[in-house]
Each structure stands twice: as structure tokens, then as C-alpha cells.
């Protein structure tokens, strides 16, 4: 359990019993970001040409190769101090060092993809699954949220396929999205990313953690005007973060993509996007809305709602285990 966390009761989850103890916490953030250089700067600088070099004379079936002969040159890690967390990885078929080393080559493959978009481009061939959820939120006139999954290949490519579909999508995100949380790599490392996906992306919201409710009211001003508002999954930003089951163990998520689906009167619409290794195609399936309207107030709709959206992982990681980005971030779960 999270030191002086307020615990409260959520709906059910799938399969996990009559009742799930949900773990709520709220955080400070500081305003601003710390270290002008790191270390993981430098190593980007380092694999910055390769990434460079493949995503111009390497065909692309061959990337993940590229990728994977890299990671054996470090020493990948996961979670191995919980019991539940080490049990899950086993149960999904990431446990292995070779396992541990797939997991590490698809990020490297996503920063191949982003290099390659801003050299020449880059044209994968997508399939956007569920746009009858798309439309349908349009046609309610209020727009939705894209709660997307943190899986390797999200980023660059569920923009894309928004695009090719003619939906306009702003993204929330914060200032430290792309490849560095350091203030030389948010000033000159991070705009290769943002660039990439801002051809694609009709815009960008930046948290201002200074005065985050002025972002999260852009949001809202979005979503009023019948457009969609997308936001990756994860820990990074909001003050709220909710824990919720996943098989054994416990994820945490912020807790602001239903908060403001909910205030805005948009639908929360659930995003995940993997890669059949076999074809190369990228799959973006939208999924059904998340009810946010049952829950008798506040925190059981944020607890409901994130507990909906992680038992939606599930089919997801049992397929694609090794395109997760999130499994070294896996606790013990405590149901008490």
C-alpha cells in the first residue's frame, strides 16, 4: 500500500473478485526540470547517427534485427524484487533475457521510425480498427478523449492513422515528452519527436505544471468544440494517480484522462496499438467507451474507469507481450 494513500472501494474489475481495494494517491511536481545534461543524453547523442544510418540504408523488416544486436550490447532489466510482478512476467512470456532484450529493441525500433519520418518520411501500412466509436463521439458533438496505451509503437503511429482518417487530434502532453527530461534535451533532443508527430497531430497541449489547470481548460475548450484530445497512459503527469490490477500486480496511471472526459462531457475512449511482427502492419484499435456515468461519485468514476482500462490491457499483453512499454513499472498488488 502507498504511504498516506486514501483507499476506497472501485467497481469490479474482470475476474478479480467481488470488490478491488483501489490505492489513490495525490503528488506535487516541481514546475520546472532539473539537470541541464544527463548522462542518457549522451547516449542518445551516441546512437543518434545509427538510428540515423538504419532508418536510411537498412530495409525496415530488418530494423528490429538492428535493434536487438544493440540491446545485446547492455544489460536490460525488469522488476525482479516483488513475487507477483516476477510471476506476471513469466505468465506473459517476458521473464527470459532474450524476452527482456525484445521489450528494450522496440523502443529503439520507435526512435528508428521517428528519425526515418523527419529524413524521408515514413509510411507504414496501418489499420485503424473501431473508427465506429470515432464517429460516433463526433457525431455526439462533444468529441473524446484517446486514452492510448503505452505500448512501443503508440506515439507516432495512432497520429497518423487519426490523420489518414481526417480526425483532428491534439495531444496532452508534458514538457518533457519526446527523448529527455533534462533542459538541453527538451530545448534541442525533443523537437526531432515532436516534430515527427506534429505532422500528423492537429496540435499540441504542454502541461504547464506551473499552472496545470490552464492546460487541462484548453483540453476541455478543445473537446467542447467537437475535437478529439489524446493522452498516453502512464505516471508522468497529474496530480491524482490511481493504482489498478493488472494480473498480480498493480499499475499506477494518472487519473486525468476520465477526470476530463467526464468534466468536458466527451466519451473515454480506450486506444491500443501493436504491430503484427509477422506482416509488419500496425494495428490502432479503438475500443468501446469507458462508462464514466455509473459510478455514484468522483473517485469511484476515476477508480472505476482506470480499473476498466487496465483489464482491457490484458488481451493486448497476452499477444504482443514484448511491444509493452510499462512492465518494469509493475508492484505488488495489495488487495487488502
Known amino acids: 500500500m502507498i504511504p498516506g494513500a486514501n483507499v476506497i472501494n472501485a467497481s469490479r474489475g474482470a475476474g478479480w473478485g467481488p470488490s478491488l481495494k483501489i490505492n489513490?494517491?495525490?503528488?506535487?511536481?516541481?514546475?520546472?526540470?532539473?539537470?541541464?545534461?544527463?548522462?542518457?543524453?549522451?547516449?542518445?547523442?551516441f546512437r543518434l547517427p545509427i538510428f540515423a544510418i538504419v532508418s536510411l540504408l537498412v530495409p525496415e523488416a530488418r530494423w528490429r534485427n538492428v535493434c536487438l544486436w544493440m540491446e545485446r550490447l547492455k544489460r536490460p532489466s525488469l522488476p525482479q524484487?516483488?513475487?507477483?510482478?516476477?510471476?506476471?512476467?513469466?505468465?506473459?512470456?517476458?521473464?527470459?533475457g532474450a524476452d527482456r532484450r525484445r521489450v528494450g529493441a522496440m523502443r529503439s525500433e520507435h526512435n528508428i521510425q521517428i528519425v526515418r519520418e523527419r529524413l524521408v518520411g515514413w509510411a507504414p501500412e496501418i489499420e485503424l480498427c473501431g473508427l465506429e466509436h470515432l464517429d460516433a463521439a463526433r457525431q455526439a458533438g462533444h468529441g473524446a478523449v484517446l486514452w492510448i496505451a503505452h505500448f512501443a509503437f503508440n506515439a507516432l503511429a495512432a497520429k497518423m492513422a487519426f490523420a489518414r482518417a481526417d480526425?483532428?487530434?491534439?495531444?496532452?502532453?508534458?514538457?518533457?515528452?519526446?527523448?529527455s527530461k533534462s533542459r538541453f534535451g527538451i530545448?534541442?533532443?525533443?523537437?526531432?519527436?515532436?516534430?515527427?508527430?506534429?505532422?500528423?497531430?492537429?496540435?499540441?497541449?504542454?502541461?504547464?505544471?506551473?499552472?496545470?489547470?490552464?492546460?487541462?481548460?484548453?483540453?476541455?475548450?478543445?473537446?467542447?468544440?467537437?475535437?478529439?484530445?489524446?493522452i498516453t497512459a502512464?505516471?508522468?503527469?497529474?496530480?491524482?494517480?490511481?493504482?489498478?490490477?493488472?494480473?498480480?500486480?498493480?499499475?499506477?496511471?494518472?487519473?486525468g484522462a476520465p477526470r476530463l472526459a467526464k468534466v468536458a462531457g466527451?466519451?473515454?475512449?480506450?486506444?491500443?496499438?501493436v504491430r503484427d511482427d509477422s506482416s509488419g502492419k500496425i494495428r490502432v484499435s479503438v475500443e468501446r467507451p469507458i462508462d464514466l456515468d455509473s459510478r455514484r461519485d468522483k473517485a469511484e468514476m476515476i477508480?472505476?474507469?482506470?480499473?476498466?482500462?487496465?483489464?482491457?490491457?490484458?488481451?493486448?499483453?497476452?499477444?504482443?507481450p514484448?511491444?509493452?512499454r510499462d512492465w518494469e513499472k509493475l508492484t505488488a498488488f495489495d488487495a487488502r
Open 322 to 324: 514484448h511491444q509493452w
Open 187 to 230: 530545448r534541442f533532443l525533443n523537437p526531432i519527436r515532436t516534430g515527427a508527430e506534429l505532422k500528423y497531430a492537429a496540435g499540441r497541449v504542454v502541461i504547464d505544471r506551473a499552472n496545470p489547470a490552464a492546460s487541462m481548460n484548453e483540453a476541455r475548450r478543445l473537446l467542447r468544440q467537437n475535437r478529439f484530445v489524446s
Open 303 to 320: 477508480q472505476g474507469a482506470t480499473q476498466d482500462f487496465a483489464d482491457r490491457h490484458l488481451p493486448y499483453l497476452k499477444a504482443y
Open 234 to 255: 502512464g505516471a508522468w503527469e497529474g496530480e491524482l494517480l490511481v493504482s489498478a490490477r493488472i494480473g498480480q500486480s498493480a499499475m499506477e496511471l494518472a487519473g
Open 24 to 45: 489513490v494517491r495525490k503528488r506535487k511536481r516541481a514546475s520546472r526540470s532539473g539537470a541541464f545534461f544527463t548522462s542518457e543524453d549522451l547516449g542518445f547523442l
Open 266 to 273: 466527451a466519451q473515454l475512449l480506450p486506444v491500443f496499438v
Open 167 to 179: 480526425f483532428e487530434v491534439f495531444h496532452v502532453s508534458r514538457p518533457e515528452h519526446g527523448f
Open 81 to 96: 524484487g516483488d513475487i507477483a510482478p516476477r510471476q506476471d512476467l513469466a505468465a506473459f512470456g517476458v521473464a527470459g
